[in-house]
């Protein structure tokens, strides 16, 4: 998309850092252009949304304008333009981001364990997810934020580093090839930068470079179960408590909908609905 494309309000925004910066019609072309819209729809989105940006609106504001256009187009649409957000409500403690990403190794072919304590060469560490096969073996460090905004710096990736380096020395180090580090936000540029230096594996919002974790959420269909509308939010909850992270999981879980609350009419129009986005159609 051309920078001609759009007409730039020069007006500052408010991000959810507190922070102000310039409102960008490309910025907010770029975040839709992934949810599969046809390009018109989305250009035409885009106008829209901009042509009600004031001074001093804020990016929630401008993400909510936008999210209701999208999903009045299509509620497959609107699950992949809100997937941050949907990840973000797995929160607000980091368990049940990790077990989604415990979930994205099973899917590499990894049997997974999530929060078990290992001993290092010095002191004993909880480890968030083990994944391992005969052969191989992997340490998994989560990091969690409440929001979006939050990036991952140098300390934590040091933080990590340096737990690896103790437990591959220790009684439980043995077949361990790496450590990851997987977060729910982006990492900075030392952060990075360190990671390619070292060994030390990224997932996360912009890592790796050629495929983000997001993105492998999508090619994996690992999409969490707070990605759908239908579903009340103590339903979301009780699922969550239940270590029932993802859509695709659900798809096994019409009794315990039951329980919940949900009638057969509900359930079949939800499970439509999953199938819909695991398969790839709007």
């Known amino acids: ?30 975040s839709l252009r992934h949810c599969g819209l046809p390009v018109n729809k989305t250009k035409s989105i885009v106008q829209e ?29 609107a699950i992949h333009y ?17 077990h989604l990403v415990s979930k994205y190794f099973e899917e ?11 001993g290092g060469e010095f002191v004993k560490h909880e480890v968030d997810v083990i994944a391992q096969t005969s052969s191989e073996k992997y340490y998994v460090e989560c990091k969690f934020h409440n929001q979006v905004g939050k990036k991952n710096d140098i300390k934590i990736a040091l933080y990590v580093k340096a737990r690896w380096d103790d437990l591959k020395a220790g009684e439980d180090g043995s077949n361990l090839l790496g450590f990851y580090l997987a977060s729910n936000t982006a990492f900075t540029k030392d952060v990075l930068d360190y990671a390619a230096g070292t060994g030390l594996r990224l997932l996360g919002l912009n890592a790796p470079k050629d495929e983000p974790f997001i ?24 699922l969550i408590k239940s270590n029932i992270v993802t859509c695709k999981q659900l ?32």
């Not at 051309?2 to 907010?28: Q, V």
């Not at 809100?82 to 990790?98: M, N, Q, T, V």
């Open 215 to 238: 993105e492998k959420i999508k090619r994996y269909n690992l999409y969490p179960v707070t990605s759908l509308r239908r579903l009340k939010k103590y339903v979301k909850a009780e």
């Open 108 to 118: 590499l072919g990894y049997s997974t364990q999530v929060g078990v304590l290992l």
């Open 82 to 98: 809100s997937l941050k957000r949907a990840i973000l409500d797995l929160g607000p403690s980091g368990h049940a981001f990790e």
């Open 49 to 77: 949304v901009t042509r009600h940006v004031k001074k001093g609106s804020t990016t929630k504001e401008i993400y909510s304008k936008a999210f209701k256009l999208v999903r009045n187009e299509s509620s497959i649409a």
């Open 1 to 30: 998309m051309s920078k001609s494309s759009f007409k730039r309000k020069n007006i500052n925004i408010i991000k959810s850092t507190g922070a102000a910066e310039k409102f960008s019609p490309i910025k907010l072309h770029n």
């Open 251 to 282: 798809l096994n879980e019409k009794a315990f909908l039951l329980e919940l609350g949900l009638d057969t009419n509900d359930i079949e129009l939800l499970f439509k609905e999953i199938h819909l986005l695991l398969e790839g159609r709007q």
